[in-house]
């Protein structure tokens, strides 16, 4: 009987964490009866669209200033018992947009004895823009990824989904919001990446990098938030789900969110990686270990260069509003950064990105151990109308540019990808 590869112990550990996220999962997954209701009846919001608007003149209120503009937006009603009914409403225009005829708006109204309905407007209705920019996004990816353009988008919603129906309602319950957040990323690591990138030597060895990346960082945030005293209280989102549901732990909802986040750089480094080292490996079989994670490494730098500096800048777009009014504030830098709302951005940026170089070296090593302990001349799946190709022992006669892409040809067929639908 064959002795077991690196590979099956790899996929033992695999099993070995899935079962124990499975448990996880149903000891930590809320009963119906602990969930949260509705806090109130919120009345259903009615749509209208915009049929003329009026600019007249306004005294700007002496305190918020203002342009000294008054506008007058006359709606359609388009649903509930008023449908057909036009409606004219008095706006201030400063926190709007610029409303123009069309443009569909949501209203809701207050209710008074003997009185007409009083209407304003809630917002924008974005749902169409949205759905378009979603199709977009959808057709997009399958255009270029295919068929794992599909399974990817398949991931994404298993993501969601996961998040949606267990790490929220598991932390509205009480459960340990780092806890909940942990069980829930492995499960959608596993999940989400064979599903991705199938059941083969590198999305395992993509996930060992991805688990061990993901603790260490885990690991490294629970001593880090707690020595730096972060509450949690810095945002006002903070302060209203403190106030929506009494006895939440927001510094553990905290790490719940970096650990979420840095899952989410982690796996596409370590895919990337683990990629990269197979496909280096499958063009040069004779490469050893110390070559093939020397050549590795360098895409690996590049990769940990560019990713750290985006993490930086999604950060800081994210906060730019906040940035603005630092700038403008005149306290001193020093205050700044010391500020709680400014240290918990800092500290989930540097604890990722650190959690990210951690991946990059682990799961090249650990890639390349794998790779390198497949046999040398495994046998290769035909499809229909391929033509007969040679081993790699009848490579030797060709040169080296006719060997890369032979070798390439081999790794793409063994990945279940037909060579000539490379591009």
Same mark, same amino acid.
């Given at each position: ?125 974005? !749902?169409?823009?949205?759905? *378009?920019?979603?199709?977009? /996004? #959808?057709?997009?990816? &399958?255009? @270029? %990824? =295919?068929?794992?353009? +599909?399974?990817?988008?398949?991931? !994404?919603?298993?993501?969601? *989904?996961?998040?949606?129906? /267990? #790490?929220?309602?598991? &932390?509205? @319950? %009480? =459960?340990?919001?780092? +806890? ?244």
């Amino acid at each position: 009987m064959a002795l077991p590869t690196i590979h099956h112990r790899l996929l033992l550990v695999v099993a070995a964490l899935m079962v124990l996220t499975v448990v996880g999962m149903v000891v930590l997954w809320p009963r119906a009866d602990q969930l949260p209701g509705a806090q109130a009846d919120v009345p259903d919001l009615v749509t209208a669209e915009v049929v003329a608007v009026d600019v007249r003149s306004h005294d700007p209120d002496p305190a918020l200033g203002g342009s000294g503009e008054l506008l007058v937006v006359t709606v359609e009603l388009l649903g509930g018992d008023e449908a057909g009914e036009r409606v004219d409403l008095e706006v201030v225009p400063e926190g709007y947009p610029p409303f123009v005829v069309g443009d569909r708006v949501e209203l809701d109204r207050v209710l008074i004895d003997g009185e007409d309905p009083a209407w304003f407007i809630v917002d924008f209705r974005r !749902l169409p823009t949205l759905w *378009l920019l979603l199709g977009l /996004f #959808v057709l997009a990816v &399958i255009a @270029v %990824g =295919r068929w794992h353009g +599909l399974r990817s988008l398949l991931g !994404l919603a298993i993501s969601l *989904l996961i998040v949606v129906r /267990f #790490v929220v309602p598991a &932390i509205l @319950v %009480g =459960r340990s919001p780092p +806890l909940v957040a942990i069980v829930g990323a492995i499960a959608i690591m596993i999940v989400t990446l064979y599903l991705a990138h199938g059941v083969n030597e590198m999305t395992t060895s993509a996930i060992i990098g991805t688990g061990g990346a993901l603790l260490l960082t885990v690991g490294l945030a629970v001593v880090i938030v707690d020595r730096a005293k972060i509450t949690g209280y810095a945002s006002d989102e903070a302060n209203l789900v403190s106030f929506a549901f009494e006895g939440l732990d927001l510094q553990g909802l905290v790490l719940a969110g970096l650990i979420i986040a840095a899952l989410g750089v982690l796996d596409d480094v370590t895919v990337s990686q683990a990629s990269t080292v197979f496909a280096l490996h499958d063009t040069d079989r004779t490469l050893s270990w110390s070559a093939l994670f020397a050549r590795a490494m360098k895409v690996g730098r590049d990769h940990i260069a560019s990713v750290v500096n985006t993490l930086f800048l999604a950060y800081a777009g994210a906060s730019l509003a906040l940035l603005v009014l630092f700038s403008t504030s005149g306290l001193p830098a020093t205050e700044i950064v010391n500020s709680e709302v400014f240290a918990e951005e800092l500290v989930k940026t540097v604890i990722g990105s650190l959690g990210l170089i951690a991946a990059v070296p682990f799961t090249t090593a650990l890639a390349a151990r794998v790779a390198i302990s497949r046999q040398l001349d495994p046998p290769v799946r035909r499809g229909p109308g391929d033509e007969p190709r040679e081993d790699l022992d009848d490579l030797d006669d060709l040169d080296e540019e006719q060997r890369a892409q032979r070798s390439w040809a081999r790794y793409l067929t063994e990945r279940g990808e037909r060579p000539n639908d490379a591009g």
